[in-house]
């Protein structure tokens, strides 16, 4: 399966982006999906991971604010992002693998195939 997410930009904060994830090769809905993000020069963050059985999971930092979720019939998955803050401002990647698994609510294993990313800016 091979991943593109789309829907990055420039928002202020306090503003709405809905990033997309969208997939070839496979069908998601079998498939455990994560959601990260990396600023230059700091390592890779989990953000948010939807399994198999639809179950969700969202870092401390982003809960209550963003949500994931799946449209099957269009073979994507989304993250929804409200109330944006300027440390949100990242570059936003999603991922899965064959063995991709939400271990915790910040500890995501098993994501071998990911995406290129998309940078989101949240800036006045």
């Known amino acids: 399966v091979q991943l593109q997410a789309s829907g990055g930009g420039l928002v202020q904060p306090g503003g709405s982006l809905r990033l997309s994830c969208a997939a070839t090769?496979?069908?998601?809905?079998?498939?455990?999906i994560g959601w990260f993000r990396q600023v230059p020069g700091s390592g890779r963050e989990a953000v948010s991971c939807?399994?198999?059985?639809?179950?969700?999971h969202y870092a401390d930092s982003v809960k209550g604010r963003f949500t994931i979720s799946r449209e099957n019939d269009k073979n994507t998955v989304y993250l929804q992002m409200n109330s944006l803050r300027r440390e949100d401002s990242a570059v936003y990647s999603c991922a899965t693998g064959y063995y991709a698994y939400c271990a915790s609510d910040d500890e995501y294993y098993g994501m071998d195939h990911w995406g290129k990313g998309t940078q989101v800016t949240v800036s006045s």
């Open positions: 939807i399994s198999s059985n639809e179950k969700t």
């Open positions: 090769g496979g069908a998601l809905v079998a498939y455990t």
